[in-house]
């Protein structure tokens, strides 16, 4: 069988020659045959029948997929079979298999079995030569997707515009790249260690044991070690408790962190580094004057409507020229798919820095422009999945918020769990880490008792009695409860909330505020 396009050896990869005729333009690519490289296929194929060692050259990245010509995927899919079930791979043993299975002439009947073996390559060479149709493979793909690009940008999918089809296609460039295959391989014991041991002295040198990123809850950092690097943390609760309030928090707590990193270094050096929130549900301005108003202590809604003295108004500028300098950047593009989001996190780490993203909220994202999910489970898992996927490929924690299921308002404890979590298996299994935020005060208020429900005026009077004690208990008051940490003990932290500010704080700080606690 020849190599298609111009002969180069086993190990030259075949393109098709570049395009005589000037002006055939996009025609023209329809008359170059995809790039394969056949003697580089039929080489290790007969390698593999005759030494089934070389197998393990390239088990790690090589597929039967990968080869242009389908037989010699079928063959390797064979010989792949039979050797990881730890039988004999050769031409005898496999030509028995395809008699009994009625497919040797489909595979080009003995005398093919024979003439691969005529085209073997030593042991040491297999792993090269699997590269070589790995990589013939990968241009394959490329030529695949640039035809797909080109066909959509003509009208193949109408329903995408411009915008979507570019995001379309860098989801498909990142597809490719993560299922090339291969991996990072294995890690010596060694340098794993090595890396454990950097990360326990972080955390010995740093106050309060802090290994990762501050949250800027003091409580929360003990009990987690920080915000990790590769962690998808899923921040979950009801309306109204306080989601996007204690993700603000955080998200603060960290460019906080990230700035005095830099100033430590260098006074007056622009840190390297920040905190990206893609804020789905509220505006930029909106995200703006939520941390306005806390560090200010001054009211949101009397902000917005200008019920402001001088004084406060005086504070409001002293406090937003200070939060200038917080390495904070907002995204609020309503609905964004997460290839816009993955993209989007890529720029702002090559070009400002990135330590930690918060996606407000979960549920409001979209999978990647171009898939058709069956159902609203497996459009939740595409999401988790590739919110886990950026969190490694760029080594920082990922928070995303995430709504509850109406379940936890028919049970006498409100208090959510695990599989309160909407599309919970698939939230759940990606996530390393899942907190939930609760309110007994919201709660409570809202089981104020009424006197007609009640036989005289005594027991009404002792129900208001308790009723008033258990809201002076729980006022200011919220939990956080970590339901799932791989790395670490569950538990509930206690923290202040200041409903007014929406301001979340550490329980024992409550009378603190502003900037500058």
Sequence with gaps: MNTFGPPGGPLGASSGGPLDTAGEGLFGLSQRLPPANLEAEQALLGALLANNKAYERVSEFLAPEHFADPIHGRIFAAIQRRIEAGQLADAVTLRAEFEHNGLLDEVGGPAYLAQLLSAMVGVINAGEYGRVIHDCWMRRQLVDIGEMVVNRAFGAEPELDARQQLEAAEQSLFDLAKDQGGGTGFVTFERALAAAVQQAAAAFSNPGGVSGLSSGLRD??????????????????????????????????????????????????????????????????????????ENARISGDRIRRGDIDQRDFDKFLDVSRELQQMPLFIDDTPAITISALRTRCRRLQRTHGLDLVVVDYLQLMRPAAGTRPESRVLEISMITQGLKAIAKELAIPVVA????????????????????????????????????????????????????????????SAAVEKWQKDMEEAHNKAELIIAKQRHGPTGTIKLFFEGEFTRFGDLDTQHDGGYGD
């Design 220 to 293: 929360l950092d003990k009990r987690t070690g920080g915000l990790h690097k590769s962690d998808l943390i899923i921040l979950a609760g009801r309306p109204a408790m306080g989601k996007t309030a204690l993700a603000t928090k955080i998200a603060f707590g960290a460019a906080r962190a990230v700035l005095m990193k830099a100033r430590e270094a260098d006074p007056h050096a622009k840190p390297r580094g920040g905190v990206a929130i893609f804020s789905l549900e509220m505006s930029a301005d909106q995200l703006a004057t939520r941390l306005l108003s």
């Design 401 to 460: 918020l995430s709504q509850l299921s109406r379940q936890v308002e028919s049970r006498e404890d409100k208090r959510p769990q695990l599989s309160d979590l909407r599309e919970s298996g698939s939230i759940e299994q990606d996530a390393d880490m899942v907190w939930f935020v609760y309110r007994d005060e919201y709660y409570l208020a809202q089981r104020q008792p009424k006197e007609m429900t009640y036989e005289n005026a005594e027991k009404f």
